[in-house]
């Protein structure tokens, strides 16, 4: 990402935050019209899941000069979600419903560049949470070795 991507990012994101929860009900519509089964996978409340879901984001953004210190985080995230029965291609769907509910509250404002960014931080996340922690173990262990 660039510092430009991260900046746009940052301040749609500051316009969206007063609207979070209905942009959180507009999101999960989205996502259960482009994909119904994903319905079950969601046993709680979705109002609150909405508040949390943007909570993350917020934390994410927030980070994004440094978005290493984010990992470990968002490799346990990553991991909570496959026990939730979230497979790889449900991050498509969901990176889809995210970009189209950015859409609809930035109206005017979402241009080729909003798109690019947010569509940047989205698959810097999602890879981030697909990324199993063991597999930084094991490519670190080489080089702690040949470095006694
Ligand atoms: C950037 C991507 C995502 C972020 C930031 C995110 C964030 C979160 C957070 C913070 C929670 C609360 C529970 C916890 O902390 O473990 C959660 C739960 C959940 N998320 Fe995600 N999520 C993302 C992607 C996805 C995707 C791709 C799916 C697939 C449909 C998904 C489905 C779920 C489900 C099913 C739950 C559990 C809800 C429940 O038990 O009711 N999430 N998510």
Known sequence: MTLEQIAIVQNTF?????????AAGLFYTRLFTLDA???????GNMQQ???VLMRTLALAIDSL???????????ALGQRHAGYGVRAEHYETVGAALLWTLEQALA????AETCAAWSAVYTL????????PEAELATASPVCASAI
């Open 49 to 51: 899941q909405g508040v």
């Open 37 to 43: 089964s994903l319905r079950s996978l969601f046993k």
């Open 125 to 132: 996340l999602a890879s981030a949470m697909q990324t199993a």
């Open 65 to 75: 000069h440094c978005p290493d210190a984010l990992l470990p985080t968002l490799q």
């Open 108 to 111: 005017e404002q979402w241009t």
């Open 14 to 22: 500051a316009q969206i935050r007063p609207v979070a929860e209905a």
